[in-house]
């Protein structure tokens, strides 16, 4: 899918809006495939928790100091996502965590990556204004992301993880709100 061209004005206001309507908890369903092996398709089910964060808020000026940017107010809207994961065929112990987001022009800064406790970055836009799409590159690989809102209680997502130009796993990811 190809992305609509928006200046900065309008990708500020549709990532706010975006943000936003993706407040609330949600139950979320994945699957992880991993490409390059023959192995069974990993299964996560996961209670998420989406805060919206208005300009200001203290954990976005603890991320925009944890990125060294200049204005520690300059981040207009965020999220702090918090997660309580299961795997469903194998045994593991619950995964529990959270993030924040802040958004700064078309750049998505975060206090953590998918696969690292480091500060990361990431550029977004929009295919449309309820399919948010994200790229984080850190240590060799490649996150590409997409995130739709179907109606305003489901969501899908996708991840696709590259190394070395070679795609390597695929997240497909179901989301109901559940309040």
């Not at 994945?30 to 398709?41: A, G, I, M, N």
């Not at 207009?76 to 924040?100: A, D, H, L, M, Q």
């Not at 750049?107 to 690292?116: Q, V």
């Amino acid at each position: 899918m190809t992305s609509v061209p928006l200046d900065r004005l309008s990708l500020e206001l549709s990532v706010v809006e975006f943000f936003g309507q993706s407040a609330g908890r949600w139950k979320s369903q994945r699957r992880y495939y991993t490409l390059k092996q023959d192995v069974e398709p990993q299964e996560v089910v996961s209670l998420l928790t989406i805060r919206f964060l208005d300009r200001g808020a203290p954990e976005l000026i603890e991320l925009a100091q944890l990125h060294e940017l200049k204005d520690e107010t300059s981040l207009i809207c965020g999220t702090e996502v918090t997660w309580e994961s299961n795997y469903t065929r194998t045994v593991r112990k619950p995964s529990v965590g959270s993030t924040i987001f802040g958004v700064k022009g078309n750049i998505l800064y975060r206090d953590r990556g998918f696969a690292t406790t480091e500060p990361v970055i990431a550029t977004y836009s929009f295919v449309n204004p309820k399919t948010l799409c994200l790229r984080t590159e850190y240590s060799g690989s490649v996150f590409e992301e997409e995130i739709k809102l179907i109606g305003n209680n489901y969501r899908t997502r996708q991840t696709i993880i590259s190394r070395s130009g070679q795609e390597l796993t695929i997240g497909q990811y179901l989301e109901k709100r559940i309040a």
